[in-house]
């Protein structure tokens, strides 16, 4: 059984716009899915449907096999947990620590629980030393961690992530993407996440859902996906900057094999041309 489905899945907004037409998605346990698409391509209008925020206009949404019901929608959000692409939506509290807390309180966790949660959650998320400090008058980046750490800290099956590397610098980019796969990894979670940045996909999904205009057009593997420029330009977006390149070399004689990930263009490239790979000095 799949952890979230949808089925005919559509959605439209009051005053008739359409965003979500009849997507048929799923996410079995343990995925790292990325979906991407341009700008108003319904990637969070999509989301928003995971956990009941919003109601299908028809078609459904099964978690665990089961649609969302008054009844279950409580559980939902325990099992669903999602970040949204704005932060200032999902942070209210005077302190970042109160903020993360506020999940594991409304969970009815005994404090001392809430306490080990909150602590486990900002150590993940890079940041303790902010525990203290105004939510509202952190940096952008700064904001968009304690909003991912108010999430972990519900301890989800699931997570959602709605842009999660918008507004990060370069390190913390790094830092998401390291933190994603040690999510999955580590504690077997299931993380969904969208983005328009293609060069962070390859290093954490697994399956890749390509959206536009509120219908999917392509999904498959991250090698599946980006062997379709063409699919890709159409769309408004492009094939990251690695395989790119490979491509390119291979266009212009220069044999090297296709590769997605930092580490693979660097084994690719080293195994070509010296023959044996060996522990490089590139930073
Ligand atoms: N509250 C709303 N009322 C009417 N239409 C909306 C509303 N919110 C979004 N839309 C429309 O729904 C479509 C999908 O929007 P959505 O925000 O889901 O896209 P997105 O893929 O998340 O885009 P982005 O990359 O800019 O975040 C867009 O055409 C948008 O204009
Ligand atoms: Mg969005």
Same mark, same amino acid.
């Given at each position: #059984?799949?952890?979230?489905?949808?089925?005919?899945?559509?959605?439209?907004?009051?005053?008739?716009?359409?965003?979500?037409?009849?997507?048929?998605?799923?996410?079995?346990?343990?995925?790292?899915?990325?979906?991407?698409?341009?700008?108003?391509?319904?990637?969070?209008?999509?989301?928003?449907?995971? &956990?009941?925020?919003?109601?299908?206009? /028809?078609?459904?949404?099964?978690?665990?096999?089961?649609?969302?019901?008054?009844?279950?929608?409580?559980?939902?959000?325990?099992?669903?947990?999602?970040?949204?692409?704005?932060?200032?939506?999902?942070?209210?509290?005077?302190?970042?620590?109160?903020?993360?807390?506020?999940?594991?309180?409304?969970?009815?966790?005994?404090?001392?629980?809430?306490?080990?949660?909150?602590?486990?959650?900002?150590?993940?998320?890079?940041?303790?030393?902010?525990?203290?400090?105004?939510?509202?008058?952190? /940096?952008?980046?700064?904001?968009?961690?304690?909003?991912?750490?108010?999430?972990?800290?519900?301890?989800?099956?699931?997570?959602?992530?709605?842009?999660?590397?918008?507004?990060?610098?370069?390190?913390?980019?790094?830092?998401?993407?390291?933190?994603?796969? /040690?999510?999955?990894?580590?504690?077997?979670?299931?993380?969904?996440?969208?983005?328009?940045?293609?060069?962070?996909?390859?290093?954490?999904?697994?399956?890749?859902?390509?959206? &536009?205009?509120?219908?999917?057009?392509?999904?498959?593997?991250?090698?599946?996906?980006?062997?379709?420029?063409?699919?890709?330009?159409?769309?408004?977006?492009?094939?990251?900057?690695?395989?790119?390149?490979?491509?390119?070399?291979?266009?212009?004689?220069?044999?090297?094999? #296709?590769?997605?990930?930092?580490?693979?263009?660097?084994?690719?490239?080293?195994?070509?041309?010296?023959?044996?790979?060996?522990?490089?000095?590139?930073?």
């Amino acid at each position: #059984m799949h952890l979230i489905e949808t089925r005919d899945l559509t959605y439209t907004y009051p005053g008739n716009v359409t965003a979500l037409h009849s997507l048929n998605f799923v996410a079995p346990r343990n995925a790292r899915i990325a979906v991407i698409g341009s700008n108003g391509a319904g990637k969070s209008t999509l989301f928003k449907c995971f &956990n009941g925020i919003f109601k299908p206009s /028809s078609g459904s949404v099964l978690i665990r096999g089961e649609p969302i019901t008054k009844e279950n929608i409580r559980e939902v959000r325990k099992f669903v947990g999602i970040v949204f692409q704005n932060a200032d939506d999902q942070i209210f509290s005077p302190t970042v620590e109160q903020d993360v807390a506020f999940g594991p309180t409304n969970l009815g966790l005994d404090e001392k629980t809430i306490h080990h949660r909150v602590h486990e959650a900002l150590k993940l998320v890079g940041i303790e030393d902010l525990a203290h400090r105004v939510p509202h008058h952190l /940096s952008g980046g700064e904001k968009k961690r304690v909003a991912i750490a108010g999430i972990i800290a519900m301890e989800p099956e699931v997570l959602v992530l709605d842009e999660p590397t918008a507004g990060l610098d370069p390190k913390g980019v790094h830092d998401l993407v390291e933190f994603i796969n /040690s999510l999955s990894k580590t504690y077997g979670m299931t993380v969904i996440f969208s983005t328009h940045d293609v060069s962070m996909v390859a290093e954490v999904a697994d399956y890749v859902y390509v959206m &536009n205009k509120g219908r999917f057009v392509a999904e498959g593997s991250v090698e599946e996906i980006f062997l379709q420029p063409d699919m890709l330009r159409s769309v408004r977006l492009d094939v990251p900057v690695l395989p790119k390149l490979i491509r390119s070399l291979n266009t212009h004689g220069v044999p090297v094999p #296709m590769a997605y990930t930092y580490e693979d263009v660097e084994r690719a490239l080293i195994t070509t041309y010296n023959g044996v790979p060996q522990d490089s000095n590139i930073p």
